[in-house]
């Protein structure tokens, strides 16, 4: 099984400045690497997919980074709005998905 | 706009069975593989099962497999997850989500989500 782990497990950012997650694979994923938002008692929602590629209707100020084991998560000045939990999913052997970054207002 | 709608969930004893159902509108069901991913409480996302668009490839997590089957029925644009023989780690929101078209990927869309708790 291919292990995703994300670091860190909690990041406090202020709004308007820049959050990086990080995203681990135990063994290459390729690009076949997405991130999903989720927050408090709604579904995860797609925002990253190929590792890159913004999904529909995602704002440009997120974007997606690396290859292989290691990739990014960069949210360029935060909104109220995308204080919530990330997660990434690898999707190149099978289906497995990080633990979670809880991102938190500082 | 896609829509997901989960049903079925509820409280079951160990040992039991339950039928969760996923009703799609707003795309062409046909056309997609479809996945379920569970969430136990307070926990992270775990990948259950995969269903073809043509229901000629199923997969399923190796927690799950024996005990669930998935299906889909393309006439009534619906998925389905049968949960034979649960158990108390099988408590968890359940999501339907529709994936790629060629193969099974990443998930674009989601439903709301069913909460199924395994308890005596």
């Known amino acids: 099984e291919i292990v995703m782990t994300q670091s860190p497990a909690t990041l406090s950012v202020s709004p308007g400045e820049r959050a990086t997650l990080s995203c681990r694979a135990s063994q290459s994923v390729s690009s076949n690497l997405a991130w999903y938002q989720q927050k408090p008692g709604q579904a995860p929602r797609l925002l990253i997919y190929g590792a890159s590629t913004r999904a529909t209707g995602i704002p440009a100020r997120f974007s997606g980074s690396g290859s292989g084991t290691e990739f990014i998560l960069t949210i360029s000045s935060l909104q109220s709005e995308d204080f919530a939990v990330y997660y990434c999913q690898q999707y190149n052997y099978w289906y497995t998905f990080g633990q979670g970054t809880k991102l938190e207002i500082k | 706009q896609v829509q997901l709608v989960e049903s079925g969930g509820g409280l079951v004893k160990p040992g039991g069975s339950l039928r969760l159902s996923c009703a799609a509108s707003?795309?062409?069901?046909?056309?997609?593989?479809m996945t379920w991913v569970r969430q136990a409480p307070g926990k992270g996302l775990e990948w259950v099962s995969y269903i073809s668009s043509t229901s000629h490839s199923k997969q399923y997590a190796d927690s799950v497999k024996g005990r669930f089957t998935i299906s889909r029925d393309n006439a009534k644009d619906s998925l389905y997850l049968q949960m034979n023989s649960l158990r108390a780690e099988d408590t968890a929101v359940y999501y339907c989500?529709?994936?790629?078209?060629?193969?099974?990927?990443?998930?674009?869309?989601w439903g709301q989500g069913a909460l199924v708790t395994v308890s005596s």
């Open positions: 707003g795309f062409t069901f046909s056309d997609h593989y």
């Open positions: 989500a529709r994936d790629g078209r060629s193969s099974s990927t990443c998930y674009s869309d």
